[in-house]
């Protein structure tokens, strides 16, 4: 039977992928993460729009089980296609294909670092699409497939590769929760990697940056899918006292990893929230994903604000540490982290 790839595409149908979540629970799916020749263990869609539809439609592109032919991906790339799109209900399935895509990719020593790099990017965002949207958030398939992508992650680091740039390049700027705290995971094992934490350390503290805003979910669902001003959360946001009590009722998790969801919003001042800390009293790695966390906001924009440089956004966190807004030891060395990339 043939399938729309068999067939002439134009790109003036092709619509291109939308900021977020889809209309209708399709997500979107690099091409990249497709290899041609595999059987596709899920429904893979393509989102066209003729011309004079309000709506797009996702048409099936590669049926579940049915091989992903070579010709179909060479049509893609040449029209410069680079989305397709999975059912939300297949999540699992699509994790699975990507965990076996790194067990191959990860140890090929013929691969570019850069294609191992994305190929983890892809793959936990998606992990952290799916901690940030299950309905049930469990510590056993889920947690234990985040750890192995973090250490993953700090394996490439540890190995040479200059992650901080590759993030730079590859971050996607979905302004979605989840996006955020994966750049902020990954940034952030970059940063402690260049502190010299070692690799237990490290894991934990990738774990808490890719959670700690998950009390944003319970609290506000529809933050998901909107914009958030630069300044949008009042002192009185209460998202950092639910995380902390989501992630606490996760069994294993070290009590840092807690404090990070918890007081990722203090300041050392004592103006931010939920506590109004000094800087004595928040504990040390929250102290790092405060600067890690505004830093990437700044530099990632959203709607009512231009994306940063990192020259535009240390200058601007410059301003605030007149405050002692940040830990003075950890933001001197983060300008330098920054300056070495």
């Given at each position: 039977m043939k399938q729309i790839l068999d067939h002439d595409l134009k790109t003036s149908k092709i619509a291109a992928p939308a900021i977020g979540e889809e209309r209708g629970g399709y997500i979107p799916l690099p091409l990249r993460n497709l290899t041609a020749g595999d059987e596709i263990p899920f429904d893979?869609?393509?989102?066209?729009?003729?011309?004079?539809?309000?709506d797009p439609r996702f048409i099936m592109a590669c049926p579940q089980n049915e091989v992903f032919k070579q010709e179909w991906y060479k049509k893609l790339k040449s029209l410069e296609i680079q989305w397709l799109y999975y059912s939300q209900e297949n999540e699992a399935k699509v994790l699975d294909y990507l965990d076996r895509s790194l067990e191959k990719v990860l140890p090929d020593e013929t691969r570019q670092p850069e294609e191992k790099v994305t190929l983890l990017y892809d793959t936990t965002l998606i992990c952290v699409r799916n901690f940030f949207t299950s309905e049930q958030i469990s510590?056993?398939?889920?947690?234990?497939r985040a750890l192995r992508l973090i250490d993953s992650m700090f394996d490439l680091m540890k190995g040479g590769v200059d992650f901080h740039r590759s993030i730079l390049d590859i971050r996607r700027h979905d302004h979605v929760l989840y996006n955020h705290s994966l750049n902020v995971c990954f940034m952030g094992l970059a940063f402690v990697s260049f502190l010299g934490w070692d690799a237990q350390k490290a894991q934990n503290f990738g774990l808490g940056a890719m959670l700690h805003d998950i009390g944003l979910?319970?609290?506000?669902?529809?933050?998901?899918g909107k914009d958030v001003p630069r300044n949008g959360y009042k002192p009185t946001d209460s998202h950092p006292a639910v995380g902390y009590k989501i992630v606490s009722n996760m069994p294993g998790l070290r009590r840092e990893v807690r404090y990070?969801?918890?007081?990722?919003h203090e300041n050392g001042d004592g103006s931010g929230y939920p506590a109004g800390l000094k800087i004595n009293a928040i504990d040390p790695w929250a102290r790092v994903l405060r600067i890690l966390d505004h830093y990437e906001v700044l530099t990632s924009g959203n709607a009512h604000n231009r994306p940063l440089s990192s020259k535009e956004a240390l200058m601007e966190m410059a301003g605030l540490q007149e405050k002692k807004v940040f830990d003075m030891n950890y933001f001197m060395n983060f300008i330098k982290f920054i300056g070495k990339t």
């Open positions: 893979v869609y393509l989102k066209v729009k003729n011309k004079g539809e309000q510590a056993g398939p889920q947690m234990f979910i319970q609290l506000k669902p529809e933050l998901l990070m969801a918890l007081q990722h």
